[in-house]
């Protein structure tokens, strides 16, 4: 606790050191560390934790991670935390919703358990895997630092084997939801920003040889009759075996001396779609090692302005959603997600947009099952650095993470790279570089993000337009803007040559005691912006799809007005998720019509 340090002969380093963290930020979990887990049997390591809150990021800075479990009148030194003793949370949750007076805070905090291990030396391989936590997380194991994560929303894994000693390990992370002027989203955003390991924690046993990745699409030829295998193997193999039952097939793929194969073989599966969503039963061996997974085949492509799904032209009827609850924050559950999805249902939707980060993996699981298509996004939200190769490097390791983690999900039809941003040259490069990333990690999907509108000239007008496949168009007219005659001239005045589809618009409506009876804030006033939205879109034909802003209120710092009180009330549903606002019913409506309206144009063929 009382190093010296190398400043001055009188220096303590912990209390003089101020390079202290730069030890701890290698970086090194990422994208390249991940491991496949379809199929596999996790171990949970969810449940209580040993916790403390530290502002002052005092434990990196008196090692607490080295301290061994010991009796308070064993211990030679005095200590400011033990992280074997004390309050405890659960995890996964938001410290904010754990206790009132963790909820503004920012800054580091300390999870501690133990992790019981009878014969590490047995010949497996243990990896330790979490969902998401927000969003620099350090992982130590018996005080050794294993490496750190950046990226609030995505998968992260950490190979704990040659670090376990048999019997009793400590294992704790480090959590820090600060946010800065390089991190990916930055200091000011729309949304509640939620700390702590919100997402589940699991151990995963593999043998030596490991299959890191494994990617099977139909080829995006226009045939829907090849299916194209992609397999990463660590470890001793030279070939993997792949069958698909459903198919009828078992089939063998070479490995390189990299452990990297492919193959392309003919095939007819049935194609998924929201009216039938098809899935097939996988699996995959290779070394040892047995992996699976539920897969859909479908093609989607951009033909000119149109969205085509399996061939057919497609309006995404749709919704955006946040990862917010009024008792859990960011912590979601499969009860939450189908309530989420049957409210989509009964809007009429067949698509959502899943706002502005990666939710949880479950969401498009569910959503390959239950047939609806989804947009999936990484936070590249308003301001960034756009300049520094840091915070690039952060943003195209969370979107590979992201691919990595859903590009065997047919639900998921778009990559987004980012949210309303200035089209500068810095942001142009950083943008299509994104863009880029995404299409070599995954040819099959089409790419977007929410552009921009040049109002002094009423028209679609973004750089970026030309680097990816489908426009987001972000517009409040009624609402942020108030003349709905300069959304009647952006429709006039812009020919995109590509899809656009309405990524966000809608007005806030506060219900119950205290909300207003008409004007802003009223629901009367939401209501009628969704009708005078819906007339005026209608007309545009190149406008092929909507996800207007949002199915629920959700949680937010920003919003602090009298009918607010830390909400947006944009949702079509309270925060409560169970009462429906009469907007919602109206853009139900609309979305029948075209429903209804598109099945009799498909009968007619």
């Not at 992790?115 to 927000?134: E, M, N, S």
């Not at 039952?245 to 073989?265: C, K, N, S, Y």
């Not at 969503?277 to 290779?286: I, R």
């Not at 298509?373 to 650095?385: D, S, T």
Request: proline letters at 4%; glycine letters at 8%.
């Amino acid at each position: 606790m009382l190093e010296r340090s190398d400043l001055a002969e009188n220096a303590i380093q912990c209390l003089h050191d101020e390079d202290y963290g730069r030890p701890f930020d290698s970086r090194s979990l990422n994208a390249a560390t991940m491991i496949f887990t379809g199929g596999r049997t996790a171990t949970s390591l969810d449940g209580d934790w040993n916790f403390c809150v530290d502002l002052l990021d005092t434990g990196l800075r008196q090692k607490w991670f080295a301290m061994e479990p010991m009796v308070a009148e064993e211990r030679e030194e005095p200590w400011d935390y033990d992280p074997y003793e004390g309050e405890t949370v659960p995890v996964p949750s938001c410290w904010q919703m754990v206790k009132e007076k963790w909820y503004f805070f920012e800054g580091s905090a300390w999870y501690t358990r133990p992790l019981d291990i009878a014969a590490p030396d047995d010949g497996k391989r243990r990896f330790l895997r979490v969902g998401a936590a927000q969003y620099d997380c350090k992982v130590f194991l018996n005080g050794s630092f294993l490496g750190n994560h950046l990226g609030g929303s995505t998968p992260f894994f950490c190979e704990l084997t040659d670090h376990l000693r048999p019997g009793r390990n400590w294992l704790m992370l480090m959590v820090n939801n600060t946010r800065t002027l390089d991190r990916v989203p930055m200091r000011n955003t729309d949304w509640f920003n939620y700390g702590g390991v919100y997402r589940e924690v699991a151990l995963y046993e593999t043998p030596q040889t490991v299959i890191r990745d494994f990617f099977i699409h139909l080829v995006p030829d226009g045939s829907d009759t090849r299916i194209r295998a992609e397999v990463t193997v660590e470890g001793a193999a030279s070939v993997a075996r792949l069958a698909i039952a459903g198919l009828g097939l078992a089939l063998d793929i070479p490995l390189g001396p990299d452990g990297r194969g492919e193959i392309v073989f003919e095939a007819r599966p049935e194609l998924w779609s929201p009216e039938d969503p098809k899935l097939y039963d996988v699996t995959l061996e290779a070394g040892g090692d047995l992996v699976s997974d539920r897969v859909g085949f479908r093609r989607i492509e951009r033909v000119g302005d149109e969205i085509r799904l399996n061939g057919k032209s497609v309006f995404l009827r749709g919704i955006s959603v946040h990862e917010d609850d009024a008792d859990l924050g960011k912590v979601t559950s499969e009860e939450d997600l189908r309530r989420r999805f049957a409210h989509a249902r009964a809007l009429n939707c067949n698509y959502l947009r899943l706002a502005h980060y990666p939710h949880h993996e479950m969401a498009a699981r569910l959503a390959d099952e239950l047939g609806f298509m989804l947009w999936e996004e990484i936070p590249v939200y308003w301001a960034i650095a756009f300049e520094d190769p840091a915070t690039y490097a952060d943003a195209s390791n969370q979107l590979a993470e992201l691919v990595l983690r859903d590009r065997n999900r047919a639900s998921v039809i778009i990559w987004s790279v980012g949210n309303e941003n200035p089209d500068t040259d810095a942001r142009l490069s950083f943008m299509k570089g994104l863009a880029d990333t995404a299409k070599r990690l995954d040819p099959t999907r089409l790419t977007s993000a929410a552009c921009l509108v040049n109002h002094a000239r009423n028209r679609i007008e973004d750089r970026l337009a030309e680097h990816i496949d489908v426009i987001g168009i972000n517009e409040y007219y009624g609402w942020y803007e108030e003349n709905f005659d300069d959304l009647v001239a952006i429709g006039a005045n812009s020919d995109p040559g590509k899809p656009v589809v309405i990524s966000e618009t809608g007005a806030d409506g506060a219900i119950g005691e205290g909300a207003p009876v008409r004007g802003l804030f009223s629901e009367a006033y939401m209501t009628e912006v969704y009708e005078k939205q819906i007339a005026t879109l209608r007309g545009l034909a190149y406008v092929k799809g909507m996800s207007p802003w949002i199915l629920y209120d959700f949680r937010v710092e920003r919003r602090q007005n009298i009918f607010q009180r830390g909400y947006n009330k944009k949702g079509l549903i309270a925060a409560d998720k169970a009462t429906r606002k009469k907007a919602f019913d109206v853009l139900a409506d609309y979305y029948a019509e075209r429903r209804d309206a598109e099945a009799e144009q498909e009968e007619e063929r």
